[in-house]
């Protein structure tokens, strides 16, 4: 039953790749970029080896604490499952969970993500070689860390499936702060007592050591500095780890099968009360930007992306604070401001075969893309101002808010430029309301990435003037360029908002009917 799932999902791809020249050359320049870093990654460990074992040990334990978090985190921002194996589609099948399971974990190892993890955590024993022990026992280690990488992965993405899914706002809430602090309490626990030691970035990982997402990358070190004791704990404190992954997983897939097909919220607003439709101007755009805001707080699809606001900065902090690089805060808020518009790439995708309506009552262009830019202005730049304040407060450089302000402002602005062409000109295959919105869609993945590559390039040109005068203030400390800065964001992403906004009207008014087409043909 493993091999028919395994060969039915290569089949897929397959078919796939075969269909589309252009997402057959994205995966293969996307492998070829994996292929790079791991080279330089294997150089690296290789490298290692001159230095002195804390050194050594601090660098693999602090990168492979990054991997596994990049791993839980993917599917908060990204598709995370496979079409073929998604667990909500399979449930009609008398599959057992846990082949359900193991299938899932080979799809992930078996990918080019997973390969390239496996490879990198086996080369870690090359940093080991002088001590044939902690070699060996890196090996299997590695193989440890791999399979609690695609996991976790899989484990995040279920559990955030779930959430979304749910019918209280509250419950999302509550439960997403939750995680978020499980993911990173002890992180910034080990970064807050290793900063507090005489020799930091040992100090940390010696911290990170002993946490669920550290302790696996630990043990052959510690062999290696002659602490067979405290290697032996972190063993065991990896073996639980991935029991427990694994336990909680079937958990939530359990939890899927039961409520598949559910996460409608069929609650009704009681006779004369409108919600967001009693605020907004009684204009088309109007009613546009109130049933975005209300998709986004709604439509699990929509929901979890705004998980990428308050994960971004934390990852930023935690990681400037590991390598003691208090710079690196200054991009929290730009890069929030940058991914927010990428959040609309494939707006009209998420609407599907309801867009008729638009075509149907003779919808503008231009109203549609007012209102939907409107919806994400309205949490978008609270959120940006949080998390400027948030994050420079943690180095204490307030006074250099105006030039990050007007570059995040500026780079929000100007994404929003783009999307709003892009996402008017674009069909992405999407998950349906009401389904697993972490179910990949067959031909999605690489128009996602190839898209979000070239609206971020776009976006960057754009974003020139503004970014230039920011770097010069926060490099030079100048106050006077960093209000410019401020100023120019504003104005300069303000026009090229404006630009967006009409050009992208004219393509929807000119195009609306082919959109429409295309997005059945997707199975929208």
């Known amino acids: 039953m493993v091999a028919a799932l395994l060969s039915l999902r290569f089949r897929v791809l397959a078919n796939t790749l075969n269909r589309n020249p252009i997402q057959l050359v994205a995966v293969i320049l996307a492998t070829l970029q994996a292929l790079v870093v791991l080279a330089f990654v294997v150089l690296g460990l290789a490298l290692l080896v001159i230095y002195s074992p804390p050194i050594q040990q601090a660098t693999v334990v602090i990168g492979g604490v990054t991997l596994t978090l990049g791993w839980f985190l993917l599917p908060l921002v990204a598709t995370g499952i496979e079409p073929t194996i998604d667990p909500l589609k399979l449930a009609a099948f008398p599959i057992p969970v846990g082949r359900l399971m193991l299938a899932m974990t080979l799809v992930g190892a078996t990918w080019v993500p997973g390969i390239v993890t496996f490879l990198a955590s086996m080369a870690t024993a090359l940093t080991w070689r002088q001590t044939p022990v902690a070699a060996l026992l890196a090996l299997l280690c590695g193989v440890i860390a791999t399979l609690s990488c695609i996991v976790g992965s899989r484990l995040a993405a279920s559990l955030t499936a779930n959430l979304v899914a749910g019918r209280r706002v509250l419950n999302r809430i509550v439960v997403l702060l939750a995680g978020v602090l499980i993911l990173f309490g002890p992180v910034v626990l080990a970064v807050a007592i290793?900063?507090?030691?005489?020799?930091?970035?040992?100090?940390?990982?010696?911290?990170?050591?002993?946490?669920?997402?550290?302790?696996?990358?630990?043990?052959?070190?510690?062999?290696?500095?002659?602490?067979?004791?405290?290697?032996?704990?972190?063993?065991?404190?990896?073996?639980?780890?991935?029991?427990?992954?694994?336990?909680?997983?079937?958990?939530?897939?359990?939890?899927?099968?039961?409520?598949?097909?559910?996460?409608?919220?069929?609650?009704?607003?009681?006779?004369?009360?409108?919600?967001?439709?009693?605020?907004?101007?009684?204009?088309?755009?109007?009613?546009?930007?109130?049933?975005?805001?209300?998709?986004?707080?709604?439509?699990?699809?929509?929901?979890?992306?705004?998980i990428l606001v308050p994960l971004m900065p934390a990852l930023i902090i935690?990681?400037?604070?590991?390598?003691?690089?208090?710079?690196?805060?200054?991009?929290?808020?730009?890069?929030?401001?940058?991914?927010?518009?990428?959040?609309?790439?494939?707006?009209?995708?998420?609407?599907?075969?309801?867009?008729?309506?638009?075509?149907?009552?003779?919808?503008?262009?231009?109203?549609?893309?007012?209102?939907?830019?409107?919806?994400?202005?309205?949490?978008?730049?609270?959120?940006?101002?949080?998390?400027?304040?948030?994050?420079?407060?943690?180095?204490?450089?307030?006074?250099?808010?105006?030039?990050?302000?007007?570059?995040?402002?500026g780079v929000l602005l100007s994404g929003l430029a783009v999307t709003s062409v892009s996402s008017a000109s674009i069909v992405v295959p999407v998950a349906r309301a009401g389904r697993n919105p972490f179910a990949a869609q067959p031909g999605s993945g690489m128009t996602s990435v190839v898209g979000s590559y070239a609206v971020t390039a776009v976006t960057i040109g754009l974003a020139i003037p503004e970014l230039m005068l920011g770097i010069v203030s926060l490099a030079v400390g100048s106050a006077p360029l960093g209000w410019l800065a401020l100023v120019v964001g504003v104005l300069w992403g303000a026009g090229s908002l404006v630009i967006g906004v009409r050009l992208g009207g004219r393509i929807l008014d000119r195009t609306g009917p082919a959109l429409l087409a295309r997005m059945r043909r997707t199975g929208g």
Do not use: C, K
């Open 194 to 306: 290793g900063r507090g030691t005489s020799d930091p970035f040992p100090g940390t990982a010696a911290v990170l050591g002993l946490t669920p997402f550290g302790a696996v990358w630990s043990v052959p070190g510690e062999v290696a500095m002659g602490h067979p004791g405290i290697a032996a704990l972190e063993f065991g404190i990896a073996i639980a780890t991935l029991a427990l992954l694994v336990v909680i997983w079937r958990a939530s897939l359990l939890a899927s099968y039961r409520a598949r097909g559910g996460g409608l919220s069929t609650r009704q607003l009681s006779g004369g009360r409108l919600g967001l439709f009693a605020v907004v101007p009684a204009t088309p755009a109007g009613a546009i930007a109130a049933r975005s805001l209300l998709y986004w707080a709604r439509d699990a699809r929509f929901a979890r992306q705004l």
């Open 318 to 409: 935690v990681l400037s604070s590991l390598v003691h690089a208090n710079g690196l805060v200054y991009a929290a808020a730009p890069i929030v401001g940058g991914l927010l518009p990428l959040m609309l790439f494939a707006v009209i995708s998420y609407d599907g075969t309801a867009y008729a309506l638009h075509l149907a009552t003779g919808v503008r262009g231009i109203d549609d893309r007012i209102g939907r830019a409107a919806a994400l202005l309205a949490f978008a730049l609270p959120s940006l101002v949080v998390v400027a304040i948030v994050s420079i407060s943690f180095i204490g450089e307030m006074r250099a808010l105006p030039a990050v302000f007007g570059i995040s402002i």
